[in-house]
């Protein structure tokens, strides 16, 4: 059949003569019609691809292959073209098929003039990828449900939405971390949101069935065809929970959800655990939430969730005014059911608080789970007695219970789960099970109210526990309804049951192990195991001579029978009226780390996992011991833990991170002091060490971590950016991974496809993996350099991205035989196989592409960051070069795609570069060329460009607050983006200036107070002035000024960290800020400032900035 006539019929079928411009996935291709069309592609000989009908067939195919057969992945056009029958098809003819395609199909899709423009396209015009809904349900879903809700409850902006969407993109999957992906998912959300807002389901029965009633054509809104279970599932989960929420509710900001996934394929589900988390949440609502006090969290702390003895970093908050904002981080499959899961907060590796949080309880083993029937993801509804709203619902079980329904017929869909466990269909009305003679009951119908989530909160102990609720004192019982209102459960609502009898919580006195239940109107709804000591009871650890003794003394316990796990350690018990006091000695070849100890309660038997108290430090990998003075890289670090031991009231342990430059006045120290604290996470001191490294260019440095107590340094790590390094035979024909001392040799299975090549100057040339070297059949533990000749300048070298070895990469020197094809001046300076011409012709381009956001180059450069971004940034030779030319820098973050949420975060992190010490001016000229070149005198691009500048500079501005300010001038100046704050200060700058320094200096409650009071000097050692000379700035006019406002003595030990934001803004608007990035003491200070309390810093400097400003005006 030819095209032409297949596009026809194609249109014909759905009441079309030609195409609307409606988006491709809106024509809702069959199963059929996407096979019959790819057979008649590969059917078509090259001539006929000239053909115009070619090219629309061609993207339609493009379209629905990204939906349905995009595999995950670095987004190439090779398996895409090749799936069209095309081979080895040029960026050229790829680019022209999409133009030619777009304009057949009259689509309204813009092609951006950077980015992935045009594989962007296809993207967006297929919609939402089918493996994404299927294979990321949790983390997809729990993202459009968080990005809902908080558009819904603070009245988002598109822009913001977008912005919502990419600061919760950690949940994402990581190759579909891409702004078309982002793209699709906000139009999905505004698709949710109006539902919502034009349609009354408030309230009713069936939501879904009254919609279909009121707008049949209601699946149509969104970027996906609903023709599968999952997407069907996903869609219509969001609609009904986005109309359940009321104006006045407020959902809860940290959510643990439970559930079952279903494959495709028909085999047993799997348990799976995920979380998720609003992007912004009051301080009130955060602290309530976990069960503390605003005043009790830091203003930067991070998130990690213990799932049993496991715990993973999930997100960070940083505190904004009264907001904090909540940065998700990826958490990997969880398939744990059973295990409790906890909420740890957490500062500089230390746990400052532990929160249980709805969905996370133990559950037993020996009760019914009941799960909503749906698929491909069943959400737990309850354990044990449930009433469930529907028609029917999913019990699991052990294989030995006993099942009666009394209106139909309870039916088994799998008898082969994990744990012996057994999956049935109930059906509606009541069925009623039993195991080892507990019964329980489980009630279906259409008309049940939702259960509300509900759990414990209390005062637990910093101890890993088996149950997993410990308390001191009595819990109370949080209830997070369906419509978001919380509230506690009344007294006489809640029972304690153990040895055989049950009373009151109010009249239970600290019982030990129990079982705490929550029982309203006759029905049980909650029925906990848990541990309940008295108020006052404690741990105390007291460490004995020597590495292998020491005793812990469990105060306020009751003298119960104990007995340990491992049988490398001797224990002695006894208790002595106030305490039960264990005797520890590890009798192996090397001391204990952790003692495994079982309580035996009446009740039953209650485990705990206790750190061992010898004297000293152990350092433990995902609980393997690592020897001291061991080399790691920073990605090494991650599951990496000190266990600290030290005599009770004398807890004071330090850690100290050290790092040498070329010269000896670029030593850098930073000191962490913690007390009272027996462990420390030191994954979570990776941010520290980056910051240190970063300050340095050279990309061999290494940060000495050392832990001290007493003025003894007990245990050291080395840790660096890489663990091996590519290394280059002399002969260039080989290559081989090297640790420095020696070439390593891995397995074949590990080595292969490890090793890939990418020419620079032609980063739209696909990658290529290195074939092995073998001798006689056996891998050499080499790799072959056998490198295309069909690309100009040279090659880099590196390991793929998801490799375990944090390689440095190495260059080849060029392997085209021509190199006479004209080259634009970013190729040509990637050409250069001179390092240090190299980067002066870098940088020469780099200014000219400033001037023009029109030129090919920006293309070339985006493609390029996309293919290596994995790569640490200061191994990248065109990064070094952006953060020396600040003006290029400015217009890469506001004109590509994906700049700003890659590399926003990772620039400073990696480099000697702040966003902060950028010119306001090279900003404003940014904003002014952007406006000029790319949207002079059309309305509509104007409004484009405008939304997706802003969208790009308030993802920065999540990082940096102060350069909102600066942002928002621009918008003002350039795009007609009104700003009241703006406005007045461009009439009156002086008005402006004096209400943020009263905000900042004036009473007991200004933000410098605050700051003090968050920071009190018993406890925080204040960061001092480093190589910044403080007392020169405080002899100018503007800092004179500042030292009376503040009323501090010249001398105060605060000062630095009171003037160091004033000093960088003053420094950054005259732009001198490149004199702080190359001196690396004097960037360390100013990190260290910030880092010590950015809420302080940022309005600070925000302050200076716009006072500089001001001066400059009058002027």
């Given at each position: 059949m030819p095209l032409v006539q297949w596009i026809s019929d194609f249109l014909s079928r759905r009441g079309l003569q030609e195409p609307d411009g409606r988006p491709l996935f809106a024509y809702k291709t069959s199963s059929e019609e996407f096979e019959t069309l790819r057979q008649l592609l590969h059917g078509l000989n090259l001539g006929q691809h000239a053909h115009p009908e070619y090219a629309q067939a061609w993207l339609l195919f493009a379209a629905e292959w990204w939906k349905r057969e995009y595999p995950g992945g670095a987004w190439r056009w090779g398996p895409l073209c090749e799936a069209a029958g095309q081979r080895k098809v040029s960026h050229e003819k790829t680019r022209s098929l999409v133009i030619?395609?777009?304009?057949?199909?009259?689509?309204?899709?813009?092609?951006?003039?950077?980015?992935?423009?045009?594989?962007?396209?296809?993207?967006?015009?297929?919609?939402?990828?089918?493996?994404?809904?299927?294979?990321?349900?949790?983390?997809?879903?729990?993202?459009?449900?968080?990005?809902?809700?908080?558009?819904?409850?603070?009245?988002?902006?598109?822009?913001?939405?977008?912005?919502?969407?990419?600061?919760?993109?950690?949940?994402?999957?990581?190759?579909?971390?891409?702004?078309?992906?982002?793209?699709?998912?906000?139009?999905?959300?505004?698709?949710?949101?109006?539902?919502?807002?034009?349609?009354?389901?408030?309230?009713?029965?069936?939501?879904?069935?009254?919609?279909?009633?009121?707008?049949?054509?209601?699946?149509?809104?969104?970027?996906?065809?609903?023709?599968?279970?999952?997407?069907?599932?996903?869609?219509?989960?969001?609609?009904?929970?986005?109309?359940?929420?009321?104006?006045?509710?407020?959902?809860?900001?940290?959510?643990?959800?439970?559930?079952?996934?279903?494959?495709?394929?028909?085999?047993?589900?799997?348990?799976?655990?995920?979380?998720?988390?609003?992007?912004?949440?009051?301080?009130?609502?955060?602290?309530?939430?976990?069960?503390?006090?605003?005043?009790?969290?830091?203003?930067?702390?991070?998130?990690?969730?213990?799932?049993g003895e496991r715990e993973y970093l999930v997100?960070?908050?940083?505190?904004?005014?009264?907001?904090?904002?909540?940065?998700?981080?990826?958490?990997?499959?969880?398939?744990?059911?059973?295990?409790?899961?906890?909420?740890?907060?957490?500062?500089?590796?230390?746990?400052?608080?532990?929160?249980?949080?709805?969905?996370?309880?133990?559950?037993?083993?020996?009760?019914?789970?009941?799960?909503?029937?749906?698929?491909?993801f069943a959400r737990l509804l309850a354990q044990g007695d449930a009433l469930v709203k529907g028609e029917s619902a999913l019990a699991l079980m052990p294989a030995k219970t006993i099942v009666f329904s009394e209106e139909g017929e309870a039916r088994e869909l799998y008898d082969c789960l994990a744990d012996e466990q057994v999956l049935i269909e109930l059906p509606a009305g009541v069925t009623r099970l039993t195991y080892r003679k507990q019964p329980f009951i489980v009630t279906i119908s259409t008309s049940a109210s939702h259960h509300p989530e509900a759990y414990w909160q209390g005062d637990s102990l910093e101890v890993l526990s088996v149950p997993g609720l410990l308390f001191r004192g009595k819990p109370r019982l949080r209830i997070e309804q369906a419509t978001g209102f919380t509230s506690h459960a009344p007294a006489h609502e809640l029972f304690v049951r153990a040895q055989g009898k049950e009373v009151s919580l109010a009249q239970a006195k600290a019982p030990g192990l129990c079982r705490l239940t929550w029982r309203k109107d006759g029905q049980r709804l909650m029925n906990n195991r848990a541990v309940l000591l008295p108020e006052d009871a404690s741990i105390a650890y007291v460490p004995g001579a020597s590495p292998f003794e020491g005793s812990v003394r469990l105060r306020l316990w009751p003298d119960i029978p104990v007995h340990c796990e491992n049988e490398q350690i001797e224990l002695k018990r006894h208790h002595d009226g106030a305490a039960l006091i264990l005797q520890l000695k590890s009798i192996g070849s090397r001391p204990a780390t952790t003692v495994p100890l079982c309580l035996q309660w009446p009740d039953g038997e209650q485990r705990l996992t206790l750190p061992f108290p010898g004297y000293g430090v152990t350092l433990l990998r995902n609980g393997i011991q690592l020897k001291s003075n061991q080399a790691l890289t920073i990605e090494d670090l991650v599951g990496c833990r000190a266990l600290l031991m030290s005599a009770q009231g004398a807890e004071n342990w330090l850690v100290r991170l050290t790092s040498s430059g070329d010269a000896s006045r670029s030593t850098l120290s930073q000191e962490i002091r913690y007390t009272g604290i027996r462990e420390i996470r030191l994954f979570e001191l990776i941010p520290a060490i980056q910051q240190m490294l970063s300050c340095h260019p050279r990309l061999d440095h290494v940060v000495q971590l050392e832990l001290i107590h007493s003025h003894q340094t007990h245990a050291r790590l080395q840790v660096g950016r890489y663990s091996t390094q590519l290394r280059l035979h002399s002969d260039r024909e080989m290559a081989s991974l090297s640790d420095g001392g020696r070439d390593l040799l891995l397995d074949q299975e590990e080595a292969e496809d490890l090793v890939h090549g990418l020419p620079l100057a032609e980063p739209e040339h696909d990658p290529v993996s290195l074939p092995l070297h073998f001798s006689e059949q056996v891998f050499t533990g080499n790799w072959k350099v056998s490198l295309p000749d069909d690309a100009v300048g040279p090659w880099l070298l590196y390991t793929r991205d998801d490799s375990p070895l944090h390689s440095r990469p190495t260059i080849v020197p060029s392997t085209a035989n021509d190199l006479s094809k004209p080259l634009s001046p970013l190729r040509k300076a990637l050409c250069e196989a001179n390092g240090e011409e190299r980067m002066h012709l870098l940088r020469a381009t780099l200014r000219l592409m400033a001037a023009d956001p029109k030129v090919e180059d920006w293309q070339i450069l985006e493609l390029l960051l996309d293919r290596l971004h994995h790569l640490p940034l200061a191994s990248l030779d065109i990064c070094q070069a952006l953060i020396r030319e600040p003006q290029a820098l400015a217009m890469a973050t506001l004109l590509l795609d994906d700049f700003s949420s890659r590399l926003a975060e990772r620039l400073p992190c990696e480099l000697p570069f702040e966003w902060l010490l950028i010119a306001p001016e090279h900003w404003f000229d940014t904003f002014a060329t952007l406006r000029q070149q790319l949207a002079a005198d059309d309305p509509r691009l104007l409004s484009l460009i405008r939304n997706d500048i802003q969208s790009k500079s308030q993802f920065l501005s999540r990082w940096q607050p102060a350069l909102h300010f600066i942002f928002d001038q621009g918008l003002h100046r350039s795009f007609d983006l009104q700003s009241r704050d703006v406005g007045l200060f461009l009439k009156n700058p002086a008005v402006l200036t004096t209400a943020w320094q009263s905000h900042l200096f004036d009473g007991e409650n200004s933000a410098m107070q605050q700051m003090f009071r968050r920071n009190p000097a018993e406890t925080h050692q204040y960061p001092g002035s480093g190589n910044t000379d403080v007392g020169a700035f405080l002899k100018t006019p503007h800092g004179h000024m500042l030292l009376r406002c503040s009323k501090l003595p010249a001398n105060d030990f605060k000062l630095a960290t009171v003037m160091l934001p004033f000093m960088a803004a003053f420094d950054t608007y005259a732009g001198r800020g490149r004199q702080w990035q190359a001196d690396p003491a004097r960037l360390f200070s100013l990190r260290n400032a910030r880092q010590f309390d950015s809420v302080w810093f940022d309005s600070a400097y925000q302050l200076g900035l716009a006072m500089a400003q001001a001066a400059s005006m009058q002027k």
């Open positions: 030619d395609g777009r304009r057949q199909w009259r689509l309204q899709t813009t092609i951006k003039s950077e980015g992935k423009r045009f594989i962007g396209l296809v993207a967006v015009n297929g919609g939402l990828p089918m493996r994404l809904v299927e294979s990321a349900q949790g983390g997809l879903s729990g993202l459009l449900r968080m990005v809902s809700e908080q558009a819904l409850r603070y009245n988002l902006h598109d822009e913001q939405v977008h912005q919502a969407i990419e600061a919760q993109a950690a949940l994402l999957p990581a190759c579909y971390q891409q702004a078309p992906v982002y793209e699709l998912l906000e139009n999905l959300v505004k698709a949710v949101l109006h539902i919502r807002k034009t349609y009354s389901l408030q309230g009713a029965h069936d939501p879904i069935s009254k919609l279909r009633e009121e707008c049949p054509q209601w699946e149509e809104l969104f970027p996906i065809a609903l023709d599968s279970q999952a997407a069907a599932s996903l869609i219509k989960g969001l609609v009904k929970g986005i109309v359940s929420i009321t104006p006045q509710s407020r959902r809860p900001p940290f959510q643990i959800q439970r559930g079952l996934r279903f494959s495709s394929d028909g085999s047993a589900p799997v348990y799976e655990l995920s979380f998720a988390m609003q992007a912004q949440a009051a301080r009130e609502q955060v602290a309530e939430a976990l069960g503390t006090t605003g005043a009790a969290l830091p203003p930067h702390f991070q998130l990690l969730l213990r799932i997100g960070e908050a940083l505190l904004r005014g009264e907001e904090y904002q909540l940065i998700a981080r990826p958490l990997p499959t969880i398939r744990s059911l059973h295990e409790p899961a906890q909420l740890i907060v957490s500062r500089w590796g230390a746990t400052l608080h532990i929160a249980n949080l709805p969905g996370g309880e133990a559950l037993s083993p020996d009760e019914p789970l009941i799960f909503e029937n749906a698929y491909p």
